[in-house]
């Protein structure tokens, strides 16, 4: 293959460009920047195209724009040497290429309001039942391993429970020793009011033990770990690494969500358990300085005002939350579209709906225990 030049001359009669070689699409790339550089002028413009043994579309197009360039300042173009074929790409080329870029307009009537808000209503449904069959197929794969537990990859399980419970406790333990201080120290100032600060015991105990222990661990995990489930897989699926593996006969579902989705399961009940005593720890610290509660006075308040179902009701709450996040996070990395950008907002769109849906189980859960008076 011959390569393309561009060479630009100006005389006492006016401009001669000269362009040879095999113009062709596949080395473009190599001229784009010599077409670029040229600067046009007025007057009149020779190109001399003898030299071209090779023109296709792509080509024609920068022969075009740059004589557009020059048509744009009032210069007079001239074509010598061209083949008859040549001419006619070129000329149908100029004749496509638009005066001004076409923008599209936003829709503003009422009807197109209509169609977006259709098209949207009809894409969440299409993403619900996605979803759901993909919580199906995770649940067969999963009690599929529990009856035949040789098919688990012990090795990725134990990785994904380092990766989101181990590393994960300096953060929980940080995060529920700080709730349990700022319930402390609200529940002192309003409780001052009535005399009644040593009713502060019961406020920090059902708070964090029944509500805000697992539910706080549940969004830090859907941030911090559902978000990472969906980049891995993600970026897997953009590298068709997926693809791959069911070429080889694995199964997707079995080799990269199952050990997430059973970390998961394992691990938050136990970041839980870690958030529930790091907040009474943390409430009894805050008790005893601004109160005068004494850990023994708190303890003896604890055991004898708070039942062992307030920490139960919390710690049931865990295994629902964690296959909601595992299944959303690896759920929206299949989703993926083979781009980065794809993979970025798949991953913002995980936590936003993980963080939802665990807010709406908690809820969920509230009324239930409520009404079987729990």
Known sequence: MTQPTITSERDASGNQVRISGELLTQSLQTVEHDFA??????????????????????????????????????????????????????????????????????????????????????GAWKDTLSILEFLGLTLHRLFRTLVMPWRLRKAALVTHMEETGVKALPIVALMGFLIGVVLAFQGATQLKQFGAEIFV???????????????????????????AFTASIGSMKVQEEIDAMRTLGLDPIEVLVIPRVLALLIMLPILGFVADMAGLFGGALMSWIDLGVSPGMFVTRLKENTDVWQLAVGLIKAPFFALVIGVIACWQAMQVKGSAQSVGQRTTASVVQSIFMVIAIDALFSIFFSEIGI
């Open 37 to 122: 550089a040229v600067q046009p002028c007025g007057g009149k413009v020779v190109f001399d195209l003898s030299g071209i043994e090779a023109l296709d579309t792509g080509g024609a197009w920068l022969v075009a724009d740059l004589g557009r360039r020059f048509t744009s300042i009032g210069a007079t173009l001239e074509f010598q040497g061209v083949k008859p074929a040549h001419a006619t790409l070129i000329d149908t080329v100029t004749r496509s290429i638009p005066d001004k870029p076409g923008k599209l307009e936003e829709p503003r009537g009422f009807l197109d309001w209509v169609a977006h808000v259709g098209q949207g209503t009809f």
């Open 201 to 227: 015991v019961e406020l920090i105990s059902i708070s964090i033990l029944r509500e805000l222990g697992i539910l706080l661990t549940a969004i830090i995990v859907a941030g911090r770990s559902g978000s």
